[in-house]
DNA sequence: GCGTGCCGGGCAAACGTTTTCTCATTTGCC
DNA sequence: GGCAAATGAGAAAACGTTTGCCCGGCACGC
């Protein structure tokens, strides 16, 4: 079923068809009456495809991502999808899965359907990504990419505010020896946490050397804890990088009987919807996934729908806000802070030994 | 940049370069290469959309869930996207997030792209989504749909399997008081659970009257574990219909202090990523998501790619299994169960009281 | 040497829309 | 009442592919 045989049905041309369902003013009323009744009748649909041939338009926005069972990103995907039911688009959802080819065919893809723009959540440097896109002009929006580049819009992230949100609030706690654990450091993101976390330290006067390197899951924040109980230093509190990295620590404690937060406090980053439903609740920095997605589709349709001059560099920034559940807690004084694990209480204590292992 | 373009500069016509692309065998292997060079150097796409229109095949699959920030479809989303890219398809992603609306557009979206297949994963029957897929033949695939539509595919789980080997394993764990969470009854695959329970009960002598209703949501759990504490004739297990109760009964638990497994063994039913990552682990039955989606995928395939004769019924079938982690025990035997979250341990104990709320 | 077959490649139609251009009809004005 | 202008609808081109059909050339057989 075509256009043509609404036209056909309706005693008017495709075109006229074709005017009424678009609601084109000029057509008169009396017939656009005609072929809307037609239409509903047989249960027309205009055919997409036939229609971005012609407007060159494909009304679908790419969406690329590392990998949904990230658990940061359903709720960017769903938010970015109710986005794209309101504004009448489609979403071409993509993941590399950290895999170079699947990055390269992410982009294949793209192309090929002829999106109208990308928003690359990816939180990586894609370099290969860029390119081909790039080359063909399709609106892009990046999150925390270098400052280098032109012509694609950008959401920077405000890590500082949060984060130094978090270190005054377990400083407040009576904190003094707060430990953080990286995320990897080839991420940009992961980067700028830890920067963040080294400043907000220093300026309160804090040494920021209990540094340990995670790898955003659940597995780094387990080790990370058992390399930094086997410190002679050891912390009150960790901050982790991302939340993955603090259930980790959670979990480890919960195995060494180390009660959270009594003994020892936690505190998160991104607020994955996960982090409420952990025992205890957990305290994070929100990173608004929501937001971000919102700011990022809105990004894409700025670009498209030409609100701006598109040559000039787009910013957005998002910002970062801690927010309180239950796993942080005044510090233990006095007595030793926490049970040891093993039995290595006596050994000496050596001053600043607590050095990233990698 | 178009196959004219291509044309063009190979010195050849586009019919030409058309068969080269789609290997077509009897193109000249000389030409071919000249094609191919040309095609590389302008880093040439074929778009998709004209093609679609010439071939009547969009190479898009239509995925319909209830909303991605429940935790059990990331795993879906992200198994049918790899095996979407190993086929050369795209995947239309849309979430009916329970609202009629939704589906409508949902189901408006996929007529519109012309997908090639719809899976349709809520694990509701929508009526409304049925009727204009079907109308216009486009392959389907459900799960858990009644018996009575023919046409289309479907994926039967058999929860019997999984739920007996929970019941059974908490039996010989000695638990006689054998509690049931159940999922909101107006989904299918919540009363298709509970009655697993009842026949799984029955079945090893034991009565299945501690059932209590949830709503598959953590809210759900803390709710039913409260309600399941209230009651005298206290469980010291609890059997949840999906996991995210479990995780809710957890919670719940551990504001009350009652130790799990020690005081409480909870087993959930789904095993979502999650599951694993809870304090602790949680037993749970699998009903694998990557299989589910798998599964789905193939059954389209077939459908579309025609392997089989399409008038028939298609069934598929997705087993459960139990997995254990650490969230059951041994029944504590002789003394009261748990302690009392409040002082009603005086009041006289009644029989049989716990039947459900409603 | 010529006719027959076969093989490979080009021409052009088709897919289902939108939109420009044109034309017929009505309206308005003097 | 006649002419110009305005209005509304249809014919046809265009979007970028695939593919059926035809045709030219070459090899082969007689």
Redesign the interface.
């Known amino acids: 079923m075509d256009i043509r045989e609404i036209a056909r049905r309706a005693k008017v041309s495709t075109a006229t068809v074709s005017r009424a369902i678009n609601r084109v003013p000029t057509v008169d009323p009396q017939l656009a009456k005609r072929v809307w009744k037609v239409v509903d009748e047989l ?1 027309y ?6 229609r ?2 012609v407007l060159g338009r ?1 009304r679908i926005f790419g969406l690329i991502v590392s ?3 990230n ?1 940061f ?3 960017i ?2 938010t970015f ?2 986005l794209a ?1 309101e504004n009448n688009y ?6 590399t ?1 950290h895999d170079p080819k ?1 990055m390269e ?1 992410s982009v ?2 793209m ?4 999106v109208d723009g990308v928003a690359i959540l990816t939180f990586g440097m894609e370099e290969t990504l860029l390119e ?1 896109l790039r ?1 063909r002009k399709v609106p892009l929006v990046f999150v925390d990419v270098g400052p280098d580049v032109r012509g694609i819009a950008n959401i920077r992230i405000n890590y500082q505010n949060g984060i130094r949100q978090a270190v005054q609030h377990l400083a407040a706690l009576r904190h003094r020896r707060i430990a953080f654990v990286a995320g990897p450091l080839h991420l940009k993101s992961a980067l700028a946490r830890r920067e963040a976390f080294k400043a907000s330290m220093t300026e309160i006067g804090l040494s920021p050397d209990l540094i340990v390197v995670g790898d955003h899951r ?1 597995e780094g924040g387990m080790h990370a804890l058992v390399e930094l109980m086997s410190t002679s230093n050891r912390p009150t509190a960790v901050l982790c990088s991302n939340d993955m990295t603090a ?1 980790g620590v ?2 480890e404690a ?1 195995d060494h009987k180390i009660k959270i937060p009594e003994q020892l406090s936690v505190v998160g980053f991104d607020d994955i ?2 982090a409420e ?4 609740p957990l305290t994070t920095v929100q990173m608004s996934q929501e937001e971000l997605a919102r700011i990022a589709f809105q990004a894409l349709l700025n670009e498209v729908e030409g609100e701006r001059p598109s040559h000039e560099r787009h910013e957005y920034e998002l910002n970062t806000n801690l927010v309180l559940r239950s796993s942080t807690a005044l510090a233990q004084t006095g007595r030793f802070p926490m049970p040891s694990p093993k039995a290595n209480r006596g050994t000496p204590a050596r001053k600043a030994s607590s050095v990233p292992r990698r």
Chains 1, 2 share one sequence.
């Not at 649909?45 to 036939?50: K, R």
């Not at 489609?90 to 993941?95: A, M």
């Not at 192309?111 to 002829?114: D, H, M």
């Not at 439903?277 to 205890?280: E, I, L, S």
């Open positions: 249960g649909y205009p055919n997409t495809q036939a971005a041939l494909s990998e949904f069972t658990p990103f359903p709720e995907v769903q999808e109710n039911v489609e979403i071409l959802l993509t993941s899965v699947r065919s294949r893809r192309i090929e359907r002829r081909h080359y659940l259930i959670i979990r919960y919807r996960l439903f952990t025992t205890p």
